[in-house]
């Protein structure tokens, strides 16, 4: 995310951060809070997606109208799965 964050501005927040999506937002309450996340699947034909492992990650944006829970950034994404997936079903919690 290369710029202003909804969350921190301008503020360097490091590469492995995430958006959240309206459903998370609360009102941006959920802001700077970190997130223990692993990929389970993909949801296309590319096989076998995830790398295994988890990663954490932080919230420093919002992300309207995603269609998911979490938008991850290019770094964050490609440390749990192919960046070739697209869109991946994720495990997370606080």
């Avoid at 301008?10 to 997130?35: H, P, Q, R, T, Y």
């Amino acid at each position: 995310m290369d710029t202003a964050t909804a969350c921190f501005g301008n503020k360097d927040n490091g590469k492995m951060i995430v958006a959240a999506s309206d459903e998370l937002w609360a009102g941006g309450k959920i802001c700077g809070k970190m997130f223990t996340m692993r990929c389970v699947r993909g949801t296309n034909a590319v096989p076998n997606p995830c790398h295994g492992g988890s990663i954490t990650v932080k919230i420093v944006d919002r992300c309207p109208g995603c269609n998911g829970t979490l938008n991850l950034s290019k770094e964050a994404f490609a440390s749990i799965t192919n960046p070739v997936a697209g869109k991946i079903v994720i495990d997370y919690h606080q």
